[in-house]
């Protein structure tokens, strides 16, 4: 099976250029508060020669509906990842695809998250370089399109992947020379070692 790949955070055309070229699935452009925060203008103009295979992915957290109607009708991103909750206050067209959002919180239970479908799996905190639990994630993943992220690196990810399985992954600060800043041997290295995971653990 092959890993589904997303590299976050994304605000410039050399980053944008690198994941490509090493065989990204989705490109995540953040409009919520955060120093990889862009503007829908901006990343619309960083998307305007990506092929429509590459998935584009407007990375919200709890959005007012006149922010996410903003960005909806500027970017015009394929998928909406933002909290699992904030779907319900959204108008989120049929066309665009959901990534919800699920934290590794103490009160997070199993049978909370929806089987069948595709959902994020994240640590408590985003962008920070936080570790999700791999076992928890592990116990998500089975009926699911888990998509893991928190933490994740060029150098554990395929242990990531052993343990947890996934659907696919999602990288930010783990492809970071600092914060906010892609480096893109980072983002080449990362997708590198999710390629050869796949090839060792014949998922």
Aim: with cysteine.
């Amino acid at each position: 099976m092959r890993i589904f790949v997303k590299i976050c955070g994304l605000s410039t055309s050399r980053a944008i250029a690198a994941a490509i070229s090493a065989g990204a699935d989705a490109l995540g452009f953040v409009f919520a508060e955060s120093p990889r925060q862009v503007t829908p203008t901006r990343a619309r103009e960083l998307c305007s020669e990506v092929s429509p295979v590459i998935v584009r992915v407007a990375v919200m957290r709890h959005p007012a509906a006149a922010h996410w109607r903003a960005v909806a009708e500027e970017f015009q991103p394929d998928w909406l990842q933002t909290e699992a909750g904030d779907y319900s206050g959204l108008d989120v067209p049929p066309h665009v695809g959901r990534l919800p959002v699920y934290r590794d919180v103490q009160a997070l239970a199993v049978d909370a998250v929806p089987s069948g479908q595709m959902v994020l799996f994240e640590a408590a905190a985003s962008g920070q370089g936080e570790r999700a639990d791999w076992q928890r994630a592990a116990a998500l993943a089975p009926g699911r399109q888990l998509v893991l992220a928190g933490g994740l690196t060029p150098e554990n990810v395929g242990e990531a992947i052993a343990t947890v399985r996934p659907w696919g992954v999602d990288v930010s600060s783990g492809v970071e020379s600092r914060r906010g800043v892609k480096d893109v041997g980072l983002i080449t290295a990362f997708i590198d070692a999710v390629r050869a995971a796949e090839l060792q653990h014949a998922i």
